[in-house]
């Protein structure tokens, strides 16, 4: 046990007064007289099982509680790491405290919790997994956001906040597949997901570029970073700049890019789940089986991502009044996969992607000022840019969506540009193709504005109306 002297500090309307190491409370000095300045009586230990071990007398007196570590493998805060002020009551505040029938409750005014704190090392070769966990542990139990300096985590098994989806990703990732007669999948949310890490939001935010390496492989979808918080209080955020990589895609000192990787392993860079708010910014992945998956994600927002080396980019099944802006993919085999309802898509850029954007189902949805290029060489024989709508007869259509200032070029040998498959009351207005041409099936209602479809001039007038 460490118990620390400290000096009187003159603060407006208190005095922080000294309290002596020692095994009884006897060193500290009585009641103030009245009218004297309230007197804060704070012992200091050297982490959390200290405190809980230590005779009850040694805090009987005591108005604050020290920890000068957060953890006992992290390292000594000069001004302590955390505080716990006495209470006759509960609050009811995660992280409470109750020794010897005293409430003692966390102080939430501080830093941000810094991976550094709990043995992180970033240097791209420890496995840093375990600090990055006690970390996150020591962030859910108290609230708080969880720092990383700039470096290199490498980790060698899901880095996970919340509970996991015990169905998996299967299902949700390849019900947005185009696939003739597809159905799609149902969705499963564990029971977990509503009950656990709802009331403690929870952010994660880099200091400076980070990658995290993740340095294992899995026999199914698995991902690296996984985030399942369900806020009710307060904005659940991830502000990067991050990006999660395979080791082969590190040289040892930073991201090594390789537009020809392949996939491999089965993994995810992130994967979001759970209502609620959120704020995903500044995210990135290469040679990612999928770059990132985010499942029935309400309400929130995700922008400033960037994925290459991709199978599929960026997978969003069952978005609902969701806003995804800002999205650079290049060099993958599928771009953005959507289906949802309310949502706003926007300034989405795709280079040399096999697929750029995949919509089996959409109502009253927004896309928006997108920019598709595919100059590859290898055939493509039968896909498209853009697809909108599953097979006809499928059960997954197009509904009262507008396209605004989309412009695509596909010059894959074998690549057309759009394909409608099942659309009601589309529009697209400003939109063009020059390259690749356009294929439509069942289609009413479609309105046209201002878009040149320079290699699909017979559209049918009964599918589309030309303003």
Not at 288 to 304: C, E, K, P, Q, R
């Amino acid at each position: 046990m460490t118990l620390t002297r400290r000096g009187a500090i003159s603060i407006p309307g208190a005095t922080i007064a000294a309290k002596l190491a020692g095994s009884s409370a006897g060193a500290v000095a009585g009641a103030p007289p009245s009218g004297a300045p309230r007197q804060i009586r704070a012992v200091e230990f050297d982490d959390r099982d200290h405190f809980l071990r230590c005779p009850a007398e040694l805090v009987a007196d005591a108005t604050h509680v020290v920890l000068a570590r957060v953890h006992p493998r992290a390292a000594r805060q000069p001004r302590g790491s955390l505080t716990y002020v006495r209470s006759a009551d509960s609050e009811g505040l995660a992280g409470e405290v109750v020794k010897d029938g005293i409430h003692w409750l966390p102080l939430y005014d501080r830093d941000p919790v810094n991976v550094l704190q709990f043995g992180a090392a970033g240097d791209g070769q420890t496995d840093d997994i375990a600090a990055l966990e006690v970390a996150r542990d020591f962030a859910l139990g108290f609230g708080g956001e969880v720092e990383f300096p700039a470096g290199n985590y490498r980790i060698t098994r899901t880095f996970r906040i919340g509970p996991p989806r015990w169905r998996g990703y299967e299902e949700q990732a390849y019900r947005t597949n185009y696939l003739k007669g597809a159905e799609q999948a149902p969705l499963h949310v564990d029971e977990n997901l509503y009950a656990n890490y709802r009331l403690m939001a929870i952010g994660l935010r880099a200091r400076g570029a980070v990658n995290i390496i993740a340095d294992f492989t899995a026999d199914r979808l698995t991902p690296v970073v996984e985030y399942n918080v369900m806020s009710n209080l307060g904005v659940s955020s991830i502000v990067g700049p991050f990006r999660v990589i395979p080791p082969a895609l590190f040289d040892g000192r930073r991201y090594r890019r390789n537009s020809g990787y392949k996939p491999t392993g089965n993994l995810i860079g992130w994967a979001f789940n759970g209502h609620g708010v959120k704020r995903i910014q500044g995210i990135a992945a290469s040679g990612m089986t999928i770059g990132a998956i985010a499942v029935s994600l309400y309400w929130s927002s995700l922008s400033d991502m960037h994925f290459e080396a991709c199978g599929d980019c960026l997978n969003v099944p069952n978005a609902n009044a969701m806003r995804i802006s800002n999205v650079v993919m290049w060099y993958s085999e599928r771009g953005l996969v959507i289906d949802g309802a309310a949502s706003y898509v926007g300034q989405i850029h795709a280079q040399q992607v096999g697929q750029e954007l995949v919509v089996p189902f959409a109502e009253c949805c927004d896309f928006e000022d997108c920019y598709f290029e595919d100059a590859s060489k290898e055939p493509s024989p039968g896909t498209h840019a853009v697809t909108l709508g599953l097979e006809p007869n499928a059960g997954k259509r197009i509904i009262a969506t507008q396209m605004r200032s989309v412009r695509v070029g596909a010059r894959r040998p074998g690549k057309r540009s759009f394909v409608i498959r099942t659309a009601t009351g589309l529009t697209l207005n400003g939109c063009r193709e020059y390259s690749g041409g356009v294929d439509a099936d069942q289609v009413s209602n479609g309105i046209l504005i201002g878009t040149d479809f320079a290699h699909a001039p017979a559209l049918p007038g009964d599918r589309f109306t030309r303003l």
